[in-house]
Nanobody
Framework: QVQLVESGGGLVQPGGSLRLSCAASRSIFRLNYMGWYRQAPGKERELVAGITNEGTTTYAESVKGRFTISRDNAKKTVYLEMNNLKPEDTADYYC?????????WGKGTLVTVSS
């Protein structure tokens, strides 16, 4: 099993930046894939960004060029750097990984982009 705890959310003005962190309860070295997802009110949960153990990254089209995902295996943490935030980025952000064929989710952190 693995527990994931997200942090770093908050209220930010349009154009601002935030860095989200996802801390894992165990080594993430052997966790091939880790991802950030988000869910806005009344919408489906969607993939924001993912990163493999080899550092290969994927991004939703809506965040390309603005968000950057990274992982620090030594700190057992995955980050999501978010720049030039827009009101449509407002959502609960969740971290996810897979271990032994089972998906594990954190409880999320709320990001609100508003003036």
């Amino acid at each position: 099993q693995v527990q994931l705890v997200e942090s770093g959310g908050g209220l930010v003005q349009p154009g601002g930046s935030l860095r989200l962190s996802c801390a894992a309860s165990r080594s993430i070295f052997r966790l091939n894939y880790m991802g950030w997802y988000r869910q806005a009110p009344g919408k489906e949960r969607e993939l924001v960004a993912g990163i493999t153990n080899e550092g290969t990254t994927t991004y939703a089209e809506s965040v390309k060029g603005r968000f950057t995902i990274s992982r620090d295996n030594a700190k057992k943490t995955v980050y999501l750097e978010m720049n030039n935030l827009k009101p449509e980025d407002t959502a609960d952000y969740y971290c996810k990984t897979d271990l032994g064929g089972i998906g594990y989710w954190g409880k999320g952190t709320l990001v609100t982009v508003s003036s």
